[in-house]
């Protein structure tokens, strides 16, 4: 719980203080009863109406306050781990944002997050609620009747003794429920990625059925989960039950042995509920902290900012990149050899080959989003570069198009102000005049009506506003028609300060000659040759340029 509320320890403060206030009015109303109930008490009715108004007054005061600020702080709390939690995904390197499923964050967020809220932190509170009212409750009573008082002490551990038995169960439990939780997303996230293919294929009936058994078993989860807890709660109502009536028959011999008056009995039998309810709601309580811990748990370490060792801050620009001895393999399969290359600044670099020989995880491995050992920044290894210092110094457009949640207009200036290239002047270039007539604030980019080659034009025209020194191209032009790709491509290479790194399949003769050298994919090796001794070679060949 500290941990929880590191950023709000004010608010939890006064949340504890209007709890114990709203226990000390709790006791007020069984001295209230007592005092009624015993006579020649009161001296008038008057008195009896007045003091009734002022109690109803201060606890309406209390009661309004206290759930209030309560409220306020799991509200706080809730906005502290969902900060944390986007803090500490976005603080992730590429690769390790990539090994969970976006279903399983969306999950950690909207329903986890409500879980360690509305579980675990009302639990808590109300267990510190409970505990004031105990001690309240059971000083009251032992002033009174210090028998009655042990008799309910020791049915509390015998409760509690019963509900330890499902400890473990109810760990268990709420584990299960969260895998089948997580595995429903992922089915759901799945159906409406594949909905178009779902209907054309007819895969109506196959699909439905996949849904049906990720349904059952979250069915059963819930079930396993929700039902043993308030099997166990029902329980502890029938052992309250059992303790308050025979706290009034205790009460009744003590009268009969002038140990006790009636207005005593009866304000004991409304503190008992401050003795017995707490005991009960403990005991249910608990069972809520156990059960939802593993969840608790599961976000303090996705909350955790790993800090790594102190890395170098790369300044100045890129002279050139080397790749030493590279060996980098997916699975069981190799894809480059003790490949070495050295990628100079300023120059202009086709790269081509056959699917699949690692022309992408070349690009992945340059801008660090792939690790492998040996390769080197002006001389520094890149793995000990910062990040944030290493990707300001380049632009990199892949092969998904991303478009961003911003408008047309930010999409491409990203918020900065000002750049190498005028907004206007990469609108004109890239031809994105037709999309730029129908300007929007936000984009909803799931139903987007743009075609893969505005998309890219949009991606080329950021890259290149962001007037970086270091351009990494994956398949940028591909959906692109001949023209304008042939266009674009002769504007961005033209500019002798910018190095490119481009992938491509289907370029043209004359667009290559505007390249400097081409890097070839051939058996796990990168084959570095200019232009001229490329197109002159036995490597030149129709496969690769039109």
């Known amino acids: 719980m500290s941990k929880l509320i590191r950023g709000c320890k004010a608010l939890y403060g006064i949340s504890l203080v209007f709890i114990i206030l709203y226990s000390g009015v709790s006791v007020l109303k ?79 967020f909207n329903n986890e997050v409500n879980i360690v809220v509305d579980n675990y932190v009302s639990a808590k509170l109300n267990i510190f609620s409970l505990t004031v009212s105990l001690l309240l409750g059971s000083i009251y009573i032992a002033n009174l009747s210090f028998e009655i008082l042990l008799f309910l002490l020791l049915c509390a551990f015998l409760t509690l003794f019963i509900n330890n038995i499902f400890k473990h169960r109810l760990e268990n439990n709420q584990k299960k429920y969260l895998l089948a939780m997580q595995q429903w997303l992922f089915c759901i996230k799945n159906f409406c990625r594949s909905f178009k293919d779902i209907k054309v294929l007819s895969l109506e009936k196959t699909f439905c059925d996949e849904l049906d058994n990720e349904n059952e078993s979250l069915e059963s989860g819930i079930l396993q989960n929700n039902g043993l807890v308030k099997l166990i709660s029902a329980l502890n109502s029938f052992i309250s039950e059992i303790m308050f009536f025979v706290t009034l028959l205790f009460g009744m011999v003590l009268i009969y042995y002038n140990r006790l008056s009636i207005g005593e009995l009866l304000g004991i039998a409304q503190a008992s509920n401050m003795v017995i309810m707490p005991i009960m709601n403990y005991a249910n309580l608990r069972n809520t902290i156990i059960s939802s811990k593993p969840v608790l748990e599961k976000l303090e370490k996705n909350c955790i900012l790993h800090k790594k060792k102190e890395i170098i801050m790369l300044e100045g620009d890129i002279h050139a990149i080397r790749l030493h001895d590279v060996n980098f393999d997916y699975g069981n399969h190799r894809i480059f050899d003790h490949t070495s290359l050295e990628i100079k600044q300023g120059k202009k670099y086709l790269i081509i080959g056959k699917s699949g020989d690692g022309k992408s995880t070349l690009l992945e491995i340059l801008t660090k989003q792939k690790y492998a050992d040996g390769v080197y920044v002006n001389e520094e290894n890149l793995q000990n570069i910062a990040f944030d210092t290493y990707v300001d110094k380049f632009s990199y457009v892949n092969q998904s198009n991303d478009l961003l949640p911003f408008s047309f207009e930010k999409n491409i200036t990203l918020g900065k102000a000002e750049s190498k290239y005028t907004l206007q002047e990469l609108i004109s270039r890239f031809h994105l005049e037709a999309v730029f007539h129908n300007k929007r604030d936000g984009l909803d980019i799931e139903h987007l009506n743009l075609s893969g080659g505005e998309k890219q034009r949009i991606c080329l025209a950021r890259a290149l506003y962001r007037n970086k020194k270091w351009l990494f191209l994956d398949e940028a032009f591909s959906a692109i028609d001949k023209s304008c790709s042939d266009e674009i491509h002769q504007y961005i290479l033209s500019d002798p300060s910018i190095t490119v790194l481009s992938i491509e399949h289907k370029i043209s003769k004359e667009t290559v000659s505007l390249y400097d050298e081409v890097l070839l994919f051939e058996n796990k090796r990168i084959l570095s040759m200019s232009t001229k001794e490329y197109l002159s070679s036995s490597f030149y060949t129709k496969e690769y340029v039109l």
């Open 30 to 108: 069984s001295i209230l009863m007592s005092v009624i109930f015993d006579e020649n008490s009161l001296s008038s009715v008057r008195m009896l109406v007045c003091i009734v108004i002022g109690f109803l007054i201060i606890y309406l005061v209390v009661i309004t306050v206290q759930q209030y600020v309560v409220e306020v702080l799991k509200n706080k709390i809730r906005y502290h781990l969902n900060r944390n939690l986007y803090q500490a995904y976005i603080s992730k390197n590429i690769a390790a944002f990539q090994e969970k499923d976006s279903s399983e964050i969306l999950n950690e």
